[in-house]
């Protein structure tokens, strides 16, 4: 057992799947293996895979923790760097404002969750309506076109570093290795753990339970804000339901990327494995002509297959080790 | 109501015989101990007896006419009633639904009629000197020894005139199970036939007035207490020993009052505790001695920021203080080891070093806010080494330690901090003698130590052996503070039970 509640055989047995779905869509079509496919799995990757590392968080945190608003929050992100953009506000503050109403709307969710002691999953609930309403009062009900902005701003979701999707690179890495830090190399990530495991003893021994479970909803407000803004560059536009999708999806990742639902276990490090695994699936199918409608199946069946391979394994493993 | 006789029970799980041929005859008015070793058999006959499992062989009857049970109900019905070691509870309904559960009174429509059932029940919580606020309660918010009370109201309720008791006291304090001796002995009085199953030979002799040993599924003999002596007893239960209880009390002079570290004065929370005067001396052990449900444990609670008092002032070495929860209180230099060490105290799934340091990893900060992973480790294994504490290393998980070792680290935990004042809630409950006393020793080393140390227990030779002075709890008020030659096992118990005031 590792300090931080890190375990090996979910992230084995992902990088495993998603290996063989890679190699099983390569026998119908071998060129999905190009660098330029790899490069569209990534953008469609992204998105959902920040959001999935603050929803990692929230999880962990324990007392049912969930953020069902998160799709939201990436919808409302785009309405307002919409209206501020075309309210001739420069790029880059645009952009700063969002991030901190981002953050605003995560700490919402921190307030009702921790402050009102409102159940995580009414509490976001709740918020998931709100936002979602008050995007479409400012937007108006239509989508808000951004393509005549800054060539800079448009790379921030179209741009490439070293041949390489710019969001993937300064964004989604460095973000994923922040959050890795955050979770296994600092007190917060430790108390964090701690307080999932057991939050009355937490309280007990003196560690702030509300304010470090607050945190992780803020932090999470942000990763969704960011997902929003990279979405809204990519697509050039602002969709006040732009992420109506994500909200149950990231939450799915979160947990096939072996993070209990109870709190207290997983790591980013899973959800990023459960990310690409979930990148490459999407991807390969529509790139085989699936009926898309199948996606939101094959999600479901990955992860009740995952559960039913890993018992086995982890049955195996505690033989073992006795 | 005639007796219950059990003849010639037999049953067999698979191959192996749990119960072979047991005799077992039941007097109204008279308390019959159980005794036998683990896998001699006693908890499958309580299940024959209570309907839970049915006997391969062998007749069961009550008041002469044979009775078949293949179901629960109907040893309920014949006034069967069985009061368990950890209560079988609903833990999320209240202590009313609990009593009820499966008897609920209805009117028409089905309709629950919850004031009918209150009113069948006061008299009886009366008749057990329970307050009747309690049937608002939630079951999991009561403690076990008031789980177990509960039970007991249930099968008065439910007109039991067979009342078994597996194993009450293994989990209860000496006060309580104190408490618990006087209603078994009420209920007796009553004319109940009672089963009292223990591993305890010093019970048998307070309580019951026959025994029955059982060995192997037989029944290895059955005598009147006042014809066994000691020997004899434990010659039937093959050499088990008793607990020794009667640890010889310190002799000790009345202290000099050292500087006041912590002083409550006038503490009160409706319903749990009112005007409590606590005064806690640096350098000494102040012993809290009560009963559940005496207020004890939530007084130190307010005093540690988790349950806020309404009147009332806390004092800090002559400062007022209010801390809004554990963190500032442990700033300002208060600790407190909980009672429940599973739901209070460990993180079960994280390794030793995490749960030691649980309480202090603000401090373990390297560069660029990452954990100093190395001092944790280090702090870790100095407590270890200090305390003892038998584990593989510091990163083996909490849970796979015995509970002993468990309740060091907790102590560890606290031990390891400065501190102005440290509470301790039941600090040694369900461990082992040897631990037990190791502990008792850590904490007379914390008080020299200049530490104001308060140990909060039930355990009435726990107190005495550690405690420089003892404040005693009853309902929610301090009854008493006993000093030097004035703390005397008699005396304490008989106020912290009220048994001075109730003068039977």
């Known amino acids: 057992m590792h300090a931080s509640g890190f375990d090996r055989t979910r992230p084995l047995l992902l990088a495993a799947m998603a290996v063989l779905a890679l190699a099983g869509f390569a026998v119908g079509h071998p060129d999905i293996l190009s660098g330029a496919n790899f490069g569209s799995m990534a953008v469609f990757g992204v998105e959902i895979g920040m959001i999935a590392l603050g929803q990692t968080l929230v999880i962990s945190g324990g007392d049912s923790g969930i953020d069902l608003s998160v799709g939201a929050i990436a919808g409302l992100a785009q309405v307002v760097l919409g209206r501020l953009l075309h309210a001739d506000v420069t790029w880059p503050l645009a952009v700063a404002v969002t991030l901190g109403v981002g953050l605003g709307l995560g700490a919402i969710n921190a307030l009702a969750v921790t402050w009102l002691r409102i159940a995580p999953i009414i509490a976001t609930l709740a918020t998931l309506f709100g936002y979602a309403g008050l995007a479409l009062v400012l937007s108006g009900g239509t989508n808000i076109d951004l393509t005549q902005q800054s060539s800079w701003f448009l790379a921030l979701g179209q741009g490439h570093v070293l041949g390489l999707p710019f969001q993937l690179i300064a964004l989604y890495l460095p973000l994923l290795a922040m959050f890795a830090f955050l979770q296994h190399g600092t007190g917060y990530g430790r108390a964090l753990y701690l307080t999932g495991t057991n939050d009355r003893a937490a309280a007990l021994a003196g560690l702030r339970v509300g304010r470090l479970r607050g945190a992780a909803y803020v932090l999470c407000g942000l990763t969704a804000t960011i997902a929003g803004i990279v979405g809204a560059a990519r697509l050039g536009t602002a969709r006040p339901d732009a992420g109506m999708n994500d909200n149950l999806i990231s939450i799915a990742i979160v947990v096939l990327g072996g993070t209990g639902i109870f709190g207290g276990t997983g790591s980013v490090v899973g959800t990023a494995l459960a990310t690409v695994v979930i990148a490459i699936v999407d991807y390969g199918l529509s790139y085989n002509d699936f009926n898309p409608i199948y996606q939101a199946g094959v999600i479901g069946v990955i992860l009740i297959g995952v559960i039913l391979v890993e018992n086995p394994v982890l049955a195996w493993r505690a033989r073992r080790f006795k | ?504």
Not at chain 2, 241 to 248: I, L, N, T, V
Not at chain 2, 297 to 304: D, G, R, W
Not at chain 2, 355 to 370: P, S
């Open chain 2, 1 to 504: 109501m005639a007796p219950v006789e059990l003849k010639g029970i037999v049953k067999r799980f698979g191959g192996v015989v749990a119960l072979d041929g047991v005799d077992l005859t039941l007097v109204p008015g008279e308390t019959h101990a159980l005794l036998g070793e683990n896998g001699a058999g006693k908890s499958t006959l309580i299940r024959v007896m209570t309907g839970a499992i049915v006997p391969d062989e062998g007749s069961i009857t009550v008041g002469g006419t044979p009775c078949r049970f293949t179901h629960p109900a109907q040893a309920s019905a014949a006034g069967i009633a069985a009061v368990y070691q950890e209560p079988m509870i609903y833990p999320h309904l209240s202590v009313l639904e609990n009593i009820f559960a499966g008897a609920e009174m209805t009117g028409r429509f089905g309709i629950v009629r919850r004031g009918a059932m209150a009113s069948v029940v006061r008299p009886l919580l009366e008749q057990l000197d329970l307050p009747a606020s309690l049937l608002v309660r939630r079951m999991s918010s009561l403690s076990i020894g008031f789980q177990q009370m509960v039970l007991i109201t249930k099968a008065l309720m439910l007109n039991a005139q067979v009342i078994i008791f597996d194993e009450p006291t293994s989990i209860l304090s000496q006060a309580e199970t104190d408490r618990l001796f006087v209603i078994i002995e009420r209920l007796r009085r009553d004319g109940r036939a009672i089963v009292y199953i223990t591993h305890r030979l010093d019970e048998i002799r307070r309580i019951a007035s026959r025994v029955t040993v059982l060995t192997d599924g037989r029944v290895s003999g059955t005598a009147l207490t006042s014809d066994l002596d000691e020997a004899k007893l434990l010659t039937l239960m093959a050499g088990k020993a008793s607990r020794d209880y009667g640890k010889p009390l310190r002799d000790r002079a009345a202290p000099a009052h050292g500087k006041p570290a912590l002083r409550i004065t006038g503490l009160t929370r409706a319903g749990l505790y009112q005007n409590v005067d606590w005064d806690v001396p640096a350098g000494q052990v102040t012993g809290v001695y009560g009963l559940v449900g005496s207020g004890r444990s939530e007084v130190a609670l307010a005093a540690f920021g988790a349950l806020r008092p309404e009147r009332g002032t806390i004092a800090l070495e002559g400062r007022p203080i209010a801390p809004r929860d554990p963190a500032e209180a442990m700033r300002l230099g208060i600790g407190y080891l909980p009672e429940d060490r599973k739901l209070q105290g460990i993180f079960a799934t994280k390794p030793l070093e995490a749960n030691l340091t649980a309480g202090t990893i603000g401090r373990f900060r390297a560069r660029g806010g990452r954990l100093d992973f190395a001092g944790l480790r280090d702090e870790a294994l100095r407590l270890i080494g200090h305390y003892r504490i038998k584990a593989r290393d510091e990163t083996i998980g909490i849970g796979t330690l015995s509970g002993g070792n468990q309740q060091k680290a907790l102590f560890a935990r606290w031990a390891g901090q400065s501190l102005k004042v440290l509470i301790l809630d039941e600090p040694t409950r369900g461990i082992d003698i040897g631990t037990k006393a190791e502990i008792h020793d850590f904490i007379r080393d914390l008080a020299a130590g200049g530490l104001a140390v308060v140990v909060i227990s039930s355990d009435l030779p726990e107190v005495l052996a550690v405690s420089d002075r003892i404040i005693v709890m009853r309902r929610g008020g301090v009854i008493g503070v006993a000093e030097g030659a004035a703390m005397n096992a008699e005396a304490i118990l008989a106020s912290a039970v009220g048994a001075d005031a109730r003068a039977a």
